[in-house]
C-alpha cells in the first residue's frame, strides 16, 4: 500500500491534455530532500540560501557552503536544484552582519541590492556555488528581489568572472520576479535571465501594499487578487520574447486551485513546500490545460480575489 502511494506520487502532473508541468519543492536542507522527493518532487526549485546565516551566530565561509551545496546536489541525484542567493532585508533579519537599521526593510537595501552592496557576502556564495557545480549536479543560480536590468547584468558579469577564475562550468543563471517593477519589465529582464521564477509572496506583497506579516491584513494579502495575477500574466508574456520558462515558488504555487491557475496563466514550473505536492499534482491530473487557460482567461477579469476564488467551485464543478 505504501509502495502504491509512493509511485502515485512519483507520477508526473501532466494535464488531462498531456501537458507537463515541472513540480519542484522549496527545500533549505539536504536532510530534507528525501522527504521532498518522497512527496513526488521532481527537483528542489528553491533553496533559500539565507537560512544558512539565519539558524547560526556568525557567517558561513566558502569551504562550508560548498559542502552544503554539494550535499544538495548529491541528495538530489541528477534532479535540477536552483539555489537562491542570499535574500536578507525584510523579514530576514540577520543580527551577526550589523546592517545598518532602516525605517522600512522591505523596501530597503534587501536582496540583490544587499548583494551588489556586499561582496564579501556575494562573492564567497558564488564560489562556493561554481565549485560544487565542478562536481557535476543540474545547479542554477537565482537572484532575489531584482527590480532593475542593471542590477542582473551586474550579478551575472560577477557570476562570469567568477566561474572563469574557477574553471568551472557554466550555470542557468535566473531571477525572482518578486517587484512589480519586475513583472511590468520582464521582457527587458528576459533578455539576460535564463528563467523566471515568481515569488507571489513578494510580488503581492508590493502589489497590494500590504506587509506580509501584518496579522491584520492577513486575509487581504491575498495572492488571487487579479492585479497579482495580471502581473504574472505580463511576466509569462515577457519570458516569452526570449524564450525563457517561468516557475513559482512563492505560496500560490502549493494551492491547488492557485496551481491550476498558473498553470493556465502559462507558467511552466510550480515549486512548493514538500507537503504540498500531491495535492497538486492530482488537481492539475485532473484537468485540460484548454480548461485551465479559460479560467485563468476568467480570473483576469474578475473584479477582486474574491470573486477569482469562487471560480474554484466552479472549476471544480466543471473539471478544471
Ligand atoms: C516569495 O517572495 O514568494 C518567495 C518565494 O520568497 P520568500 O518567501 O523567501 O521571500
Ligand atoms: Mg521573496
Not at 544587499?114 to 562536481?135: C, G, K, N, S, V
Not at 502589489?207 to 487581504?220: F, G, K, V, W
Not at 492557485?258 to 507537503?275: D, F, K, N
Not at 490545460?289 to 474554484?312: F, H, S, T, Y
Request: proline residues 6%.
Amino acid at each position: 500500500r505504501r509502495k502504491a502511494q509512493e509511485a502515485e506520487r512519483s507520477r508526473p502532473a501532466i494535464t488531462t491534455d498531456g501537458h507537463q508541468v515541472a513540480i519542484a519543492a522549496n527545500v533549505n536542507r539536504p536532510d530534507s530532500v528525501p522527504f521532498a522527493l518522497a512527496e513526488g518532487a521532481e527537483g528542489v526549485g528553491l533553496m533559500r540560501t539565507e537560512f544558512l546565516f539565519l539558524e547560526r551566530g556568525d557567517t558561513p565561509g566558502e569551504d562550508e557552503q560548498e559542502a552544503i551545496y554539494r550535499a544538495m546536489i548529491e541528495a538530489l541525484g541528477n534532479k535540477p536544484l536552483i539555489v537562491r542567493a542570499l535574500d536578507i532585508g525584510g523579514d530576514k533579519q540577520v543580527p551577526h552582519l550589523d546592517l545598518p537599521k532602516e525605517e522600512n526593510p522591505f523596501l530597503g537595501v534587501r536582496g540583490a541590492r544587499l548583494l551588489l552592496r556586499r561582496p564579501d557576502l556575494l562573492d564567497p556564495q558564488l564560489r562556493a556555488l561554481y565549485r560544487a557545480a565542478r562536481h557535476g549536479g543540474d545547479l542554477s543560480i537565482m537572484f532575489p528581489m531584482i527590480t532593475s536590468a542593471w542590477e542582473l547584468q551586474r550579478l551575472r558579469a560577477r557570476c562570469e568572472e567568477i566561474r572563469v577564475e574557477l574553471d568551472a562550468p557554466a550555470v542557468p543563471i535566473g531571477i525572482m520576479i518578486e517587484v512589480p517593477a519586475a513583472a511590468v519589465q520582464a521582457a527587458a529582464l528576459a533578455e539576460h535571465a535564463d528563467f523566471f521564477s515568481i515569488g507571489t509572496n513578494d510580488l503581492t506583497q508590493y502589489t497590494l501594499a500590504i506587509d506580509r506579516q501584518n496579522p491584520d491584513l492577513a486575509a487581504e494579502a491575498d495572492s488571487l487578487h487579479p492585479a497579482v495575477l495580471r502581473l504574472i500574466a505580463l511576466t509569462v508574456e515577457g519570458a516569452k520574447t526570449h524564450d525563457r520558462w517561468v516557475g513559482v515558488c512563492g505560496g500560490l504555487a502549493g494551492d491547488p486551485f492557485g496551481a491550476a491557475l498558473l498553470t493556465g496563466l502559462g507558467v511552466t514550473e510550480l515549486s512548493m513546500t514538500p507537503r504540498d505536492i500531491p495535492a497538486v499534482k492530482a488537481r492539475l491530473r485532473g484537468a485540460s490545460l484548454a480548461d485551465l487557460q479559460d479560467l485563468a482567461r476568467r480570473a483576469l477579469a474578475q473584479p477582486g480575489a474574491a470573486e477569482v476564488r469562487a471560480l474554484d467551485h466552479a472549476a471544480l464543478d466543471g473539471g478544471a
